[in-house]
């Protein structure tokens, strides 16, 4: 089984972009947030953790977006980088 890439994000420390898959995505910290403004049959999910850049092992903080019915049924929006670094190139 290959990994269920989301998307990449660059780190913020080395720069370099890297992957994210569902697989390094810690469910247990997923977070309700409410129902989408566009859908209020859906709800907005959160989760906010820390991954290690593979390029250079810095920890990186990320935001996970995702959407859907319940915490057992949704699906990945997006994630993105926490660290400043990483928008400034
Ligand atoms: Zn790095």
Not at 18 to 25: G, H, P, Q, S, V
Not at 61 to 76: D, Q, V, W, Y
Request: net charge negative.
């Amino acid at each position: 089984m290959g990994r269920e890439v989301i998307n990449s994000i660059r780190c913020g420390y080395c720069k370099r972009v890297f992957e994210i898959a569902k697989e390094d995505l810690e469910w247990e910290h997923l977070k309700d947030i409410g129902e989408c403004d566009d859908d209020n049959s859906l709800h907005d999910y959160v989760i906010n953790q820390e991954i290690q850049c593979p390029h250079c092992g810095k920890m990186n903080k990320i935001l996970m977006k995702a959407r859907g019915k319940s915490e057992t049924n949704l699906e990945p929006v997006e994630i993105i980088s926490m660290e400043r670094g990483a928008y400034e190139i």
